[in-house]
């Protein structure tokens, strides 16, 4: 895989909140979180190979759904 080339990854977690608050602290740049409609919400960033990711919370994935 050439570096860079990954865009668009998801990474689907239980609470963005959280896990965005994590690595700003660990000193990745987080977009901020933006809703997608239905429940979905987002925050993008990037490695730094430029690989590009995606975490995405669905509010009906939570507790044992997840």
């Known amino acids: 895989c050439v570096p860079g080339s990954v865009q668009h990854l998801h990474l689907v ?5 959280a896990v ?3 690595l700003v602290a660990r ?3 987080v ?3 933006w809703e ?3 429940g979905v919400r987002y925050a993008s ?3 730094p190979d430029g690989n590009g990711f995606l975490l ?3 509010a009906w994935r939570r507790g044992a759904a997840f």
């Open 13 to 17: 977690v239980e609470d963005i909140d």
């Open 20 to 22: 965005r608050a994590e």
């Open 27 to 29: 000193g990745v740049d």
């Open 31 to 33: 977009a901020r979180v």
């Open 36 to 38: 997608a409609g239905g």
């Open 45 to 47: 960033f990037s490695d």
């Open 56 to 58: 995405q919370e669905m």
